[in-house]
């Protein structure tokens, strides 16, 4: 029973750390300026203030509107098209070169186009998230064809399966991990990219509250929304984990 509380105070400890560190130097002993960084007293504050308001949740679930738009969009795309470049040789040749140079693209420089073909609002953010995420979601996918158990396919097609019976029954279960493991992946740039274009393009979302708070010389609010952004990391992060570890094991 000790050992199970150790497991899980220990990765509490270097947290808490960085709080006392960050109360002291700001609030405790006010060495650096609150319009430099705020202290969490000020901090937790601003975020109840938010709170109050209802401007924290509507910002949040803004968001992860775009955030979830834009990852089973790519999903919807990459999924399908990456068990097939896996599974055609001759497939993935036509595609290779298409997918070598638009996939070490940064998300953030399609902004510029994304404000010009779709204007202000929820659509270009959705787009900057699916440019960013399809690409992990679609390698991973291509991986896990290829990574499948040649002596199942063989199997089933000794046994009379056709091709779309062995993509059923082989090759799909096989995916599924790589699958997960590109969902996971892509869901940390797509917050990345939803931030980024909400302070360019967008009106709403926890982007534009930070960029909104930092012209008004609110630190505060600013501190709060990228805890917020990291908060809605862990919990992703968490749930992907659990999948993981409940497909594999």
């Known amino acids: 029973m000790f050992e199970n509380y150790k497991n899980k105070f220990i990765p509490l400890i270097l947290p808490i750390c960085i709080i006392i560190f960050w109360y002291l130097i700001t609030e405790g002993l006010s060495m650096v300026s609150p319009y430099i960084l705020p202290g969490p007293i000020t901090v937790c504050e601003s975020a109840w203030k938010l709170i109050l308001n209802g401007k924290l949740l509507a910002n949040t679930l803004d968001t992860l509107y775009k955030v979830f738009g834009g990852l089973i969009l790519a999903s919807i795309i990459a999924i399908p098209l990456g068990i097939l470049l896996g599974w055609y040789k001759t497939l993935e040749d036509i595609a290779t070169l298409i997918i070598s140079v638009l996939r070490?693209?940064?998300?953030?420089?399609?902004?510029p186009f994304s404000i010009l073909w779709f204007g202000i609002g929820m659509f270009p953010a959705v787009f900057i998230i699916f440019m960013g995420c399809v690409f992990p979601i679609l390698v991973y996918t291509i991986d896990g064809v290829k990574r499948t158990d040649?002596?199942?396919?063989?199997?089933?097609?000794?046994?009379?399966?056709?091709?779309?019976?062995v993509l059923k029954r082989v090759i799909l279960p096989s995916v599924v991990p790589y699958v997960i493991s590109g969902?996971?992946?892509?869901?940390?740039?797509?917050?990345?990219?939803?931030?980024?274009?909400?302070?360019?393009?967008?009106s709403s979302g926890l982007g534009y509250m930070i960029l909104t708070a930092t012209s008004l010389f609110d630190p505060g609010t600013t501190v709060v929304g990228m805890l917020d952004i990291g908060l809605i990391g862990i919990i992703f992060?968490?749930?992907?984990t659990k999948a993981q570890e409940k497909i594999f094991w």
């Not at 070490?104 to 902004?111: E, F, L, N, Q, Y």
């Not at 992060?237 to 992907?240: I, K, L, N, Q, T």
């Open 104 to 111: 070490p693209i940064p998300p953030v420089a399609w902004i």
């Open 237 to 240: 992060d968490y749930v992907f």
């Open 183 to 202: 969902l996971k992946v892509g869901i940390g740039i797509a917050l990345m990219c939803t931030i980024s274009a909400e302070m360019v393009g967008s």
């Open 150 to 165: 040649k002596v199942l396919i063989e199997s089933a097609q000794t046994l009379g399966a056709n091709d779309l019976n």
